[in-house]
């Protein structure tokens, strides 16, 4: 079946620091691809996502593109702030099951001044 | 302001005690679904429902009901909750169960089960 793995996390960065966090799928057929951001406290939010091959998210400075040869979807941010402090959550929705979103298990990101 | 609220946003029982978690979308949304979320697991699927009086189950379903009676409307049931009930709770709405349609959560219920 699909499934999403992400890398583990904590990951602590001083501000200004580039930031990669790891997403790969698998999945059959064509999936839809999305990275959302959860800051404490708060339900889920859509950051970003991409629908086809080649496509790249982009939203508040981060980017993912979703690479089919790779089945990879890894966020990228290149000057993060303390304000990006967060929990993120690789997801995929899969082409022929469109009722039911898979998620990671979730990176928690902390982001030192 | 469009938004999918939950109640209680804290709850603590007793093994055994009946509860009902409400979730509510002003978006006119027809796909509903609620997920728990667990460290290390991320947030799985408990019931979603594709619109009024259409409910199916989703990954882990067990101890839970739902009803969907009107569409902003979507309430999770735990008719005699148990410790591995202890989670926090998300529902969470979407214009169609389509594949490229954002899903909008509420701000959480953490329960927990004594």
Redesign the interface.
Known sequence: GNSVTQMEGPVTLSEEAFLTINCTYTATGYPSLFWYVQYPGEGLQLLLKATKADDKGSNKGFEATYRKETTSFHLEKGSVQVSDSAVYFCALMGWSSASKIIFGSGTRLSIRP | EAQ?TQNPRYLITVTGKKLTVTCSQNMNHE?MSW?RQDP??????IY?S?NVEVT?K??VPEGYKVSRKEKRNFPLILESPSPNQTSLY?C?SSQT????D??F????TRLTVL
């Open positions: 999918v796909y997920y290390g697991l991320g947030l799985r699927q979603y594709m199916d989703g990954d998300f969470a169960s389509g594949r490229n954002e899903q959560f509420g701000p959480g």
